[in-house]
């Protein structure tokens, strides 16, 4: 709607007096009409029974009163430093005027007709009635306005001679004299409903103005939440990165020299070195392990596991641990109880579980019990451990939080355990509880669902020789060339170093290679996938694999789009030939081990 200047908006009143002012300009400028008509009326009414010089005076001074609510509501408009409460005060006087102008033909109202003096009081009554609207019940503008002509009526009523039936004419006065009473209350009752809604409209205002606050400030929060994520994400991206490369340094060379023919001090030292980088590795790869969840790059590939099985290789897993602190680790499963989910993620669930069942239990049991629930199986780790207070019992899934070692002791891990497991049930949504009683112990369950037992599962074990293979290994980093070698040297291997694709390139035309192991981020803009790409121009279907300690979540990304299978470092040497093998097998099947998208 187009702003003339004349209306004004109601919605911007800060007070009740501008909201009032606001509604009396707007129905003001719809007096005069009907002042017009009821000015013809009282004409018709008067020109019989007034003389010419008072019914023309009166005609003028009316006139002038709707001329002014005419001209009244721009003037107010106009003027907004002026206070609200001061422009009330002259729209009231402005109604004392007009109320007067509109009581003048009373004076008549004696030398009128019965018939007349009804008609002439009907009209009075009906302006006093939409007074109410156009005052917009403001008590004293709308009282200023009846008043003259709604106070002398009741006593016209009673004194005037000439009415047919005295009894009519003074139940007429009684009534007239009660009347401004109830108007007075209407309009009292009218204003106050407007103030309280005035006033519940400026509670809701705050309270939106309160509301938008508090989601501005919970935003600006939860951006600061996902900032601080994505900053910690890259952080143990970059600190995994760094760290690996000397740990990979080291553990190629500590398995390189345990292969070797030492006197027992010297194999002493060798084991606890390799026992210090087996446990530093088992750290970074937890921080891994939660890089790897946040970035989305953890598939699930669901197939049927038979659980008492799996219970069973756990306990194996763990069985030392166990004893080592007199523990009893039993399993309780039904034979014929099978799940359908991913089993390498649901292993890491189970043992992160019992290992951490382990770490907090100190004598008794810790059992893996499986057992019917409805339509599912519920897996429970039960220990008759420390247990968890409720005020903890929230947050032991939490990122590197851990019950009862305030001093950080590191041989109780890096409190990420808990983490990862709540991280990946819910990828594979398998419902988690926990219930715990300090003192008593704790339990963990895992709902899971229930699957036909797969009868003809079985296990492909791989196991080739990798002597006699030519290996070319490409790393930007120099000790970690040396390592490989040293490692892969000592298994019968023939090994080729390069620090980039044109070295690779070269040593590739020098001596063929019939595996390409290379690290993913390289020096400048130069990469492990650009190295494969330019490798396997020369030898198709070129066994390779990405060797990385780069874990940011863009990298694995990339290297998984490019369908490339990636390891990280630091590999144990047990790992690496793991690896190794498969790509023997793989290039054995002529399936080019996961490069199809490369080419």
């Known amino acids: 709607m187009k702003d003339t200047g004349i209306t004004a908006p109601t919605q911007h009143a800060t007070s009740f007096d501008e909201l009032m002012l606001a509604l009396l300009v707007v129905q003001m400028r719809r007096v005069p009409l009907a002042q017009f008509l009821a000015s013809c009326v009282v004409v018709t009414i008067m020109y019989k029974h007034a003389m ?141 409903v407007l103030h309280e809604s005035f006033d519940i ?26 900032s601080a994520s994505h900053a910690k ?22 398995a390189a020299l345990s292969m070797r023919p030492l006197d027992d001090r010297s194999r002493a030292i060798a084991a606890n070195m390799n026992t210090a980088l087996h446990d530093l590795t088992g750290e970074l790869d937890a921080l891994l392990d939660v890089s790897k969840l946040d970035a989305g790059v953890v598939k699930s590939q669901p197939t049927k ?19 080592d602190k007199r523990l009893e680790l039993k399993v309780l499963c039904p034979p014929e109880a099978w799940t359908f989910t991913d089993k390498t993620h649901l292993e890491r669930i189970v043992r992160n579980l019992v290992e951490n069942a382990i770490k907090y239990t100190d004598a008794g049991t ?34 590197f939080y851990q019950v009862d ?26 419902p988690l509880a926990l219930s715990s009683t300090p003192k008593l112990g704790t339990c963990v369950s895992l ?30 980093e120099e000790s970690v060339r040396l390592g490989m070698k040293a490692l892969l040297t000592e298994l019968g291997c023939t090994v080729s170093l390069g620090a980039s694709t044109s070295e690779a390139v070269a040593e590739a035309r020098l001596q063929a290679p019939d595996i390409l192991l290379t690290d993913l981020r390289l020096r400048g803009t130069d990469s492990g996938i650009s190295t494969i790409r330019a490798v396997r121009e020369l030898f198709p279907n070129l066994p390779a694999l990405i060797i990385s300690g780069d874990s ?29 093998a498969k790509l023997v097998t793989a290039g054995d099947d002529d399936c080019g081990y996961g490069l199809k998208n490369l080419n």
């Open 52 to 192: 010419p010089v008072m019914l023309i005076g009166w005609i003028l001074l009316s006139l002038g009163s709707q001329s002014i609510n005419w001209l009244l509501p721009p003037w107010l408009t106009s003027r907004p430093n002026v206070l609200a409460s001061r422009r009330l005060a002259i729209v009231a006087a402005a109604n004392v005027f007009d109320g007067t102008v509109t009581a003048l033909p009373l004076l008549v109202f004696p030398t009128m007709p019965p018939f007349e003096r009804a008609v002439l009081s009907m009209l009075l009554v009906g302006l006093s009635v939409g007074a109410l609207a156009s005052t917009a019940a403001h008590r004293r503008i709308f009282l200023s306005y009846i008043t003259p002509f709604l106070a002398p009526l009741p006593f016209f009523w009673a004194f005037c001679s000439g009415f047919d039936n005295v009894w009519a004419q003074y139940v007429m006065a009684v009534v007239l004299a009660v009347f401004p009473f109830v108007l007075d209350g209407l309009s009292k009752d009218m204003n106050t």
């Open 233 to 254: 994400t890259r952080f143990l991206a970059s600190a995994s990165h760094d760290l690996r490369q000397p740990i990979q340094t080291l553990s190629l060379f500590g």
């Open 201 to 226: 409209r400026l509670e809701n205002a705050e309270l939106n103005r309160e509301l938008k606050v508090s989601l501005d400030s919970a935003q600006n929060a939860r951006d600061a939440a996902e």
């Open 366 to 399: 810790i059992t893996m019990e499986v057992r019917p629930e409805g339509k599912d199986h519920l897996f429970s780790i039960i220990d008759t451990g420390c247990g968890i207070s409720t005020a903890e019992q929230a947050r032991v899934f939490e990122e």
């Open 552 to 580: 940011s979540p863009d990298k694995m990304l990339e290297a998984q789009a490019a369908g490339i299978s990636v390891i990280h470092k630091p590999v144990s040497s047990t790992v690496l030939l793991a690896e190794i």
């Open 305 to 323: 596991i038979r659980l008492a099985a799996l219970s069973e290789r756990i306990r194996g897993l763990f069985s030392s641990a166990a004893n």
């Open 447 to 476: 709902t899971l669902p229930v699957a036909e037992p797969d009868l003809q599962s079985a296990t492909l074990a791989l196991g080739p020789s990798i002597r006699t293979l030519h290996i070319l290994a490409i790393d930007d």
């Open 405 to 430: 070692n305030p001093e950080r002791d590191r041989a109780r891990g890096l409190g990420l355990g808990l983490s990862i497991v709540k991280r990946l049930a819910t990828m594979l949504n398998i």
